[in-house]
């Protein structure tokens, strides 16, 4: 997914847990740089800053640079360094910035460069094409701990806590929401989103969903 959008303002938001990784493009007062952002393993506070350009690159789950594992970008980001004010280097080679239109020319030529990567078995897991149980659970956890940094059942908790707030957002009530996805109580349901989302269903409940732009798929 790519998305596009600037910050109006100075403040502080929430920032939900992730599980997917991204490049992100940030112009600033006339300077550009690409950074590799998370994935992030739990909610925290993001301040902002007015007049800032952001382009998000969002790679999909079990994607991932073979020179670089995504358990080194856990809870981090990465400043790639500038070859010029319209260039970065990678990997020993200069690239150009991307920007909204060609986006997915950029990851593309990434892949073709074998620069970017993706395992085959983290994505049949995910997708439900294959079970966990037919791959030994040494060589899953390697897998997916080389591709995501994260665990099968962190990945599946955030994103449960993920529907669980898009439900609430949308006024599906908090003891519905903990029912049709399987959480023990109310009080499970709270703690997960606390932990997760950074907010707790009350506060959810009826909230407008977040947007960051214009974006594709």
């Known amino acids: 997914?790519?998305?596009?959008?600037?910050?109006?303002?100075?403040?502080?938001?929430?920032?939900?847990?992730?599980?997917?990784?991204?490049?992100?493009?940030?112009?600033y007062g006339g300077v550009t740089h690409l950074r590799l952002s998370g994935p992030w393993t739990s909610a925290g506070e993001l301040p902002y800053i007015e007049g800032v350009e952001l382009l998000w690159i969002k790679l999909k789950l079990g994607t991932f640079?073979?020179?670089?594992?995504?358990?080194?970008?856990?809870?981090?980001?990465?400043v790639l360094p500038s070859s010029g004010s319209q260039s970065f280097w990678l990997k020993g080679a200069a690239w150009q910035f991307p920007n909204f239109e060609n986006a997915d020319t950029f990851?593309?030529?990434?892949?073709?460069?074998?620069?970017?990567?993706?395992?085959?078995?983290?994505?049949?897991?995910?997708?439900?094409?294959?079970s966990a149980e037919d791959v030994a659970s040494r060589t899953l956890r390697y897998r997916f701990a080389h591709?995501?940094?994260?665990?099968?059942?962190?990945?599946?908790?955030?994103?449960r806590a993920q529907r669980a707030a898009?439900?609430?957002?949308?006024?599906?009530?908090?003891?519905?929401t903990a029912h049709e996805l399987g959480y023990y109580d109310q009080p499970h349901l709270t703690r997960d989103l606390r932990r997760w989302i950074g907010h707790?269903?009350?506060?959810?409940?009826?909230?407008?969903t977040p947007t960051g732009g214009a974006d594709r798929n």
Request: charged share 20%.
């Open 1 to 27: 997914m790519v998305m596009h959008g600037h910050t109006e303002g100075r403040g502080l938001t929430i920032r939900p847990a992730e599980c997917h990784w991204h490049m992100v493009l940030v112009r």
């Open 147 to 159: 591709a995501t940094g994260l665990s099968p059942k962190h990945i599946q908790q955030v994103e």
């Open 107 to 130: 990851v593309a030529k990434l892949v073709r460069e074998e620069l970017l990567t993706a395992d085959p078995v983290v994505d049949a897991v995910l997708t439900g094409r294959m």
């Open 166 to 176: 898009a439900l609430l957002r949308h006024g599906v009530p908090i003891l519905d």
């Open 65 to 78: 640079m073979p020179h670089l594992p995504t358990g080194s970008l856990l809870d981090t980001e990465m």
């Open 200 to 208: 707790t269903p009350a506060q959810l409940l009826g909230a407008p």
